[in-house]
Nanobody
Framework: QVQLVESGGGLVQAGDSLRLSCAAS????????MGWFRQAPGKEREFVAT???????????DYADSVKGRFTIWRDNAKNTVTLQMNSLKPEDTAVYYC????????????????????WGQGTQVTVSS
């Protein structure tokens, strides 16, 4: 079992930055894929970013087109954390943001699918005002 706890959400203005953190506990592995997803009211949960094991101690970082160039994901395996730095925030980034963990290192397509993930955090609200 893996437990995930997100933090760092809040209310900001357009153009501001926020940093979300996800603390993982339980049976975690460096080869686990860690992802961030978000869900706005009335919409389906959507992919934001993942960090996937590529072997040799390195990771792929993948991003949704809507956040590419503005968001950055990284992980600290020593601390069992994964962080999402969000810059140049837009009102359309408003959503509940979820951290998720997947056992293994899938393809990008599978890593971008919420249904693939085994564990989820409770979510943290991000609200961006215009």
């Amino acid at each position: 079992q893996v437990q995930l706890v997100e933090s760092g959400g809040g209310l900001v203005q357009a153009g501001d930055s926020l940093r979300l953190s996800c603390a993982a506990s339980g049976r975690t592995f460096v080869s686990d894929t860690m992802g961030w997803f978000r869900q706005a009211p009335g919409k389906e949960r959507e992919f934001v970013a993942t960090t996937r094991w590529s072997g040799g101690g390195t990771y792929y970082a993948d991003y949704a087109d809507s956040v590419k160039g503005r968001f950055t994901i990284w992980r600290d395996n020593a601390k069992n954390t994964v962080t999402l730095q969000m810059n140049s925030l837009k009102p359309e980034d408003t959503a509940v943001y979820y951290c998720a963990a997947y056992r293994g290192s899938p393809s990008y397509a599978r890593a971008a699918a919420p249904v693939a993930y085994d564990y989820w955090g409770q979510g943290t609200q991000v609200t961006v005002s215009s």
